[in-house]
């Protein structure tokens, strides 16, 4: 069992960068996959990025290039870095995690935070 709590959601401006962070409860973070997904107003929730085990990075192609996702074992934490943000990035940004294998599709992920809004906006 693990528990995911976001943070760092916020309003931006065009162009401008956002750090979300994942903290996860429980001692066995890292046999855990962890990902972040989001959900924008009207649209399905979709696959943003993963981190593996291995520490091995998957990116969505709309933001491959603008995006890092990194984990801390140490920590018990999952951070996304978002560059160069773009109006349609608006959405609530969830982290999930999975036992072991890293995947795409929303439906692996057992586990979920309640999501971070992120807005960008002049």
């Known amino acids: 069992q693990v528990q995911l709590v976001e943070s760092g959601g916020g309003l931006v401006q065009p162009g401008g960068s956002l750090r979300l962070s994942c903290a996860a409860s429980?001692?066995?973070?890292?046999?855990?996959?962890m990902a972040w997904f989001r959900q924008a107003p009207g649209k399905e929730r979709e696959f943003v990025a993963a981190v593996a085990l291995s520490f091995v990075t998957d990116y969505a192609d709309s933001v491959k290039g603008r995006f890092t996702i990194s984990r801390n074992n140490a920590k018990n934490t999952v951070s996304l870095e978002i560059r160069s943000l773009k109006p349609e990035d608006t959405a609530v940004y969830y982290c999930a995690a999975r036992d072991r294998l890293a995947s795409r599709f929303r439906n692996d992920y057992n586990y979920w935070g309640q999501g971070t809004q992120v807005t960008v906006s002049s």
């Open positions: 429980g001692r066995t973070f890292s046999t855990y996959a």
